[in-house]
Structures are given as C-alpha cells and as structure tokens.
T-cell receptor
C-alpha cells in the first residue's frame, strides 16, 4: 500500500487565491521530504527540500515567497502555492525516503493536479 | 549540471523485448534509478544500480556502465500495461538524497 499520502489529488482554484497541498508519511518518520513539479510531457523538476524543524531549501529559480513550505512534524509537510496564477498549473508531487539508508528509493505521493483558472 | 539523455518515444509489440537507453554527463553520482510513471500518476520504483553491471528483477533488468556514462532498462515479455514513461534518474553525490530526473521515454506497447 501507499507509504506516502498526498492530498488533494486534484484542485481547481481561481487566479489570486492560495492552495495548500499536504504530504504525509505513513507509518514512518520523514525528516526530509522533497517537492517536485511536473509540466505536461516534461520530467519532474525538484522545487525544494523540506526539512523538519528548519527552513526549506529551495532550488534555483523557485520563489520562496510564492511556494511556502512547512514541515511542522516528522510525518507532515505542506506546500502552499500563494497567489496562484494560470502558469502555476502543474502536477505537484512530494516524496520521502523511507529508511535510513542513503540509497533507498524514494517513495512518492500520488501527486496533486493543480489547475488555476 | 547533470545532463540526462533518453529517447523521447519508443514503440514496441506485446510479448517482445525493448531496451531503453540513458546517457548522462555528470561529475559524480551515487547511483542510478529507473522509475516507471503512468500518465497522471506518481513514479514507481523499478530498479537501482550502484555498481557497473546488470541488475535483474523479473521482467525488468537494468544495466550501468559508469566509465561509459550509460545505462539501459530492458523490458522482457512486454505487456500492454507496460505502456508508460520510463525515467532515468540519478542520485547525486550531494548528501541531500534528492533525485535528478531525465525527461523520460514514453513507451507505447502495441498488440
């Protein structure tokens, strides 16, 4: 079964509003979670690394004030798209490493399809 | 940076064998993953290579040659459900455990 739960799976919002996406690790603790974005027919691009108890690390070109990340507990990270615009419409996916092994595969949430009208 | 190159699309016949190639240019990485992704869904793990050589896992095998900057994913006994994108992914040697994804190869399996 799923080891990472992501919610909502789909969301449609109006331009200018904010949207929160939740990512939960099930039955394991995740001190680190990764947030990716994927545009149609393109690959996943890492947006930021969410760190429990500290500030997120953002990739170059990703606006910190627009994509707010909070990792308040060992099982929950949230991504808030603030003042969303149509160009923010994309597929957002979170992932988390399950075990302490550096080389263990990441487990992904099922993704959130965001459409901004 | 780490350029990862894969063919954009491939077509194969049900029951056949297909090899998806991946080449990369990078200064260092810990390992290379292959993930499968169906349209609109999250990627799922297929295989992981750290050392050179072949890793076999049922109908799927993955090969890595670090000296040649080359990997491939081999799918045998193709099934219709294998129609998906296949992502060549590097685990960079940065300590952050973040993955770097190739653009993916869309495989279409035909009857």
């Amino acid at each position: 079964g799923a080891v990472v739960s992501q919610h909502p799976s789909r969301v449609i919002c109006k331009s200018g509003t904010s949207v929160k996406i939740e990512c939960r690790s099930l039955d394991f603790q995740a001190t680190t979670m990764f947030w990716y974005r994927q545009f149609p027919k393109q690959s996943l691009m890492l947006m930021a690394t969410s760190n429990e108890g500290s500030k997120a690390t953002y990739e170059q070109g990703v606006e910190k004030d627009k994509f707010l990340i909070n990792h308040a507990s060992l099982t929950l990270s949230t991504l808030t798209v603030t003042s969303a615009h149509p160009e923010d419409s994309s597929f957002y996916i979170c992932s988390a490493p399950r075990t302490g092994s550096y080389n263990s595969p990441l487990h992904f949430g099922n993704g959130t399809r965001l459409t901004v009208t | 940076g780490q350029n990862i190159d894969q063919p954009t699309e491939m077509t194969a016949t049900e029951g056949a064998i297909v090899q998806i190639n991946c080449t990369y240019q990078t200064s260092g990485f810990n390992g290379l993953f292959w993930y499968q992704q169906h349209a609109g869904e999250a990627p799922t793990f297929l295989s992981y290579n750290v050392l050179d050589g072949l890793e076999e896992k049922g109908r799927f095998s993955s090969f890595l040659s670090r000296s040649k900057g080359y990997s491939y994913l081999l799918l045998k006994e193709l099934q219709m459900k294998d129609s998906a994108s296949y992502l060549c992914v590097l685990l960079m040697d940065t300590g952050r455990r973040a993955l770097t994804f190739g653009s993916g190869t869309r495989l279409q399996v035909q009857p």
